[in-house]
């Protein structure tokens, strides 16, 4: 349910995690290799990256699916930057198809896309009494809000990831919450309940699964956070 990459490096296009690949996103989008519910991601895409010039990220959002937009090549090939996210859709059932329901969502200098499902009113308390404005009725949406509300009062990163989580999985046991969380400067990856992977060189990717057959990628364990920065990548479990 869902797929997501993202690159922390040397800058490059966001063909390099889309159509480059063999097995990138746009593939990911209708022929998964390891994904555990459903078959494809059809219900829209998204992009996110940092402009220097810009003070907040640029987005690119569509609630049809990745192959039918005739513009996306242009965009993927010609969209640079040292930090890239990038999503493809497939909506939990009775959630909306629309492009507000689509990551990444965004607020200030963060993004985040979520890969999996979990029940809204397990997320209900964590956005009640806070400052929390979902930019969606869907799950996904919430979740994001509910991590935002968190960073934009000070929580670092990793504390606000393994709060959220904790605490959505305490109210829904079923959950499935991979998160993919990026300020520009960093990327925040949490698995828990679907794959996600990584991959080392002059730069860090994190994807839901290999964008390619080299060797190198190494699986994140089951309820685990990932944190890349300049300085490396550290894996921690989500107790």
């Known amino acids: 349910?869902?797929?997501?990459?993202?690159?922390?490096?040397?800058?490059?296009?966001?063909?390099?995690?889309?159509?480059?690949?063999?097995?990138?996103?746009?593939?990911?989008?209708?022929?998964?290799?390891?994904?555990?519910?459903?078959?494809?991601?059809?219900?829209?895409?998204?992009?996110?990256?940092?402009?220097?010039?810009?003070?907040?990220?640029?987005?690119?959002?569509?609630?049809?699916?990745?192959?039918?937009?005739?513009?996306?090549?242009?965009?993927?090939?010609?969209?640079?930057?040292?930090?890239?996210?990038?999503?493809?859709?497939?909506?939990?059932?009775?959630?909306p198809v629309e492009e507000t329901a689509t990551a990444p969502f965004a607020d200030g200098r963060w993004l985040l896309s979520h890969n999996g499902r979990v029940r809204r009113e397990a997320v209900r308390p964590l956005v009640t009494g806070v400052e929390a404005d979902p930019e969606s009725a869907c799950d996904s949406a919430w979740l994001a809000a509910a991590v935002f509300a968190r960073l934009r009062v000070g929580v670092p990163l990793a504390d606000a990831l393994s709060l959220v989580v904790r605490e959505a999985a305490e109210g829904d046991r079923h959950a499935r919450l991979n998160l993919l969380v990026t300020g520009g400067a960093e990327v925040a990856a949490v698995a828990w309940g679907d794959t996600l992977f990584t991959h080392l060189e002059e730069g860090v990717l994190v994807s839901s699964e290999p964008l390619d057959d080299r060797p190198g990628w190494r699986p994140v364990p089951d309820r685990s956070l990932l944190l890349a920065s300049p300085d490396g990548v550290a894996v921690t479990p989500i107790d």
């Open 1 to 95: 349910m869902c797929r997501h990459a993202a690159w922390l490096g040397p800058a490059r296009s966001l063909a390099s995690l889309v159509s480059d690949p063999e097995h990138g996103l746009l593939r990911q989008s209708y022929a998964p290799r390891l994904q555990r519910y459903g078959i494809v991601n059809a219900d829209g895409f998204g992009f996110g990256w940092y402009d220097a010039a810009l003070p907040e990220p640029v987005r690119y959002r569509r609630a049809v699916p990745m192959w039918a937009d005739a513009n996306m090549p242009g965009l993927a090939a010609a969209a640079r930057s040292s930090c890239l996210l990038a999503a493809v859709r497939s909506a939990t059932t009775g959630m």
